[in-house]
């Protein structure tokens, strides 16, 4: 079936860890998102990728990094540089009038 | 640059009331696409529907519908005889296509709505 797949679903860190994040979709879309949210709050864009080895920073890029080698992969990187990690992380892929989402990796800094 | 906003926090209705969601947007491109998003308790975002600037007609679909204005740069969302089940965050959000939007998705920062048996 084509979709978007993130893993894991639930992922614990030590602070001071970096920790990656996984995204990987099949419906050969050009554009991938990371989209950090918070209890109660909405989406905010970290980073977006419109092509492969291209990406842009979003409104609250500082503490993660990301990389596009293959169109299919948008790994998020959380730093130990980013000050507060836990969220809910969304990865969403899109072609111009269409944009699907995974169902989501929890992060939690013990 | 782009902006959506939601101003409706939150809302609560009692089961069969019919409830609005309001969406305003800002762009400045002339080729866009309006979404809607519904996210239950479970997290995953469910796809709604979605506009292209160039279609200001009103859609229907069951118990819900679009109202796109671009005359006034809102695109709402009503529920008509609301349900338990509709209770989620529902979130607009904007795709602009072109300038230096480079396929930018900006999200509202979307409207709880508890809709109470």
């Known amino acids: 079936d084509g979709g978007i797949t993130q893993s894991p679903k639930y992922l614990f860190r030590k602070e001071g860890q970096n920790v990656t994040l996984s995204c990987e979709q099949n419906?050969?879309?050009?554009?991938m998102y990371w989209y950090r949210q918070d209890p109660g709050q909405g989406l905010r864009l970290i980073y977006y990728s419109q092509i492969v080895n291209d990406f842009q920073k979003g409104d609250i890029a500082e503490g993660y990094s990301v990389s596009r080698e293959k169109k299919e992969s948008f790994p998020l990187t959380v730093t130990s540089a980013q000050k507060n990690p836990t969220a809910f992380y969304l990865c969403?892929?899109?072609?111009?009038?269409?944009?699907?989402f995974g169902q989501g990796t929890r992060l939690t800094v013990v | 640059a782009q902006k959506v906003t939601q101003a409706q926090t939150e809302i609560s209705v009692v089961e069969k009331e019919d409830v609005t969601l309001d969406c305003v947007y800002e762009t400045r491109d002339t080729t866009y696409y309006l979404f809607w998003y519904k996210q239950p308790p479970s997290g995953e975002l469910v796809f709604l529907i979605r506009r292209n600037s160039f279609d200001e007609q009103n859609e229907i679909s069951g118990r819900y519908s679009w109202n796109f204005q671009k005359s006034t740069s809102s695109f709402n969302f009503t529920i008509t005889a609301s349900q338990v089940v509709d209770s989620a965050v529902y979130f607009c959000a904007l795709r602009a296509v072109g300038g230096g939007s480079n396929y930018k998705l900006t999200f509202g920062k979307g409207t709880l709505l508890t809709v109470n048996p």
């Open positions: 419906l050969n879309h050009d554009a």
């Open positions: 969403a892929s899109s072609i111009v009038n269409e944009a699907f």
